[in-house]
T-cell receptor, first 112, second 111 residues
Framework: GDSVTQMEGPVTLSEEAFLTINCTYT??????LFWYVQYPGEGLQLLLK?????DKGSNKGFEATYRKETTSFHLEKGSVQVSDSAVYFC???????????FGTGTSLTVIP | DAGITQSPRHKVTETGTPVTLRCHQT?????MYWYRQDPGHGLRLIHY???????DKGEVSDGYSVSRSKTEDFLLTLESATSSQTSVYFC??????????FGSGTRLTVV
């Protein structure tokens, strides 16, 4: 079945370190791919998205490229800040059904 | 989030009692969803709605029911709460394929 697999956390980085959170998916069709972020005590917020192969989503210094050949959508940021501490969720969405499949989330803590 | 509110934000209830959580939107979006979030499981879909009086089950629907009598309101009911339903519940809305907008969540504790 369709699913999303994220790297397990928690991840702890020092400020200004490089971040990669891996996400791979299994899908029978061609989904859109998303990253959501959840700050403590809040709901999920859309961080970025890509709707077709080779698209790159970007926002707030974060980037992810839709790689059909490796079925991946890894999240990267060149220099993390303490304010980036949150839980990050990878998700996929098919154009039919309008239903998301979420990964289990990866907790990131950035220390000064 | 703007345009979507959940109530209550926190609730403690006793095992066996009925509980209703409310999701209200002002965006006139067609789709509404209820998820629960638990450590190690991420978000799991409970029920969703694709229009007034049109609802369907998600992957963890046992013990839950929903109703949508108006576009703006989507209610989640636990008919007889159990400790396994202690969780954080999130409502989400969407239109077409533009992604979800999530509410701020309801933290439910069943004692």
């Amino acid at each position: 079945g369709d699913s999303v697999t994220q790297m397990e956390g928690p991840v702890t980085l020092s400020e200004e370190a490089f971040l990669t959170i891996n996400c791979t998916y299994t899908a029978t069709g061609y989904p859109s791919l998303f990253w959501y972020v959840q700050y403590p005590g809040e709901g999920l917020q859309l961080l970025l998205k890509a709707t077709k192969a080779d698209d790159k989503g970007s926002n707030k210094g974060f980037e992810a490229t839709y790689r059909k050949e490796t079925t991946s959508f890894h999240l990267e940021k060149g220099s993390v800040q303490v304010s980036d501490s949150a839980v990050y969720f990878c998700a996929l969405l098919f154009t039919t059904g309008n239903q998301f499949y979420f990964g289990t989330g990866t907790s990131l803590t950035v220390i000064p | 989030d703007a345009g979507i509110t959940q109530s209550p934000r926190h609730k403690v209830t006793e095992t066996g009692t009925p509980v209703t959580l409310r999701c209200h939107q002002t965006e006139n979006h067609r789709y509404m969803y209820w998820y629960r979030q638990d450590p190690g499981h991420g978000l799991r879909l409970i029920h969703y709605s694709y229009g007034v009086k049109d609802t369907d089950k998600g992957e963890v629907s046992d013990g839950y029911s929903v109703s949508r009598s108006k576009t703006e309101d989507f209610l989640l009911t636990l008919e007889s709460a159990t400790s396994s339903q202690t969780s954080v519940y999130f409502c989400a809305i969407s239109e077409a394929n533009y992604g979800y907008t999530f509410g701020s969540g309801t933290r439910l504790t069943v004692v």
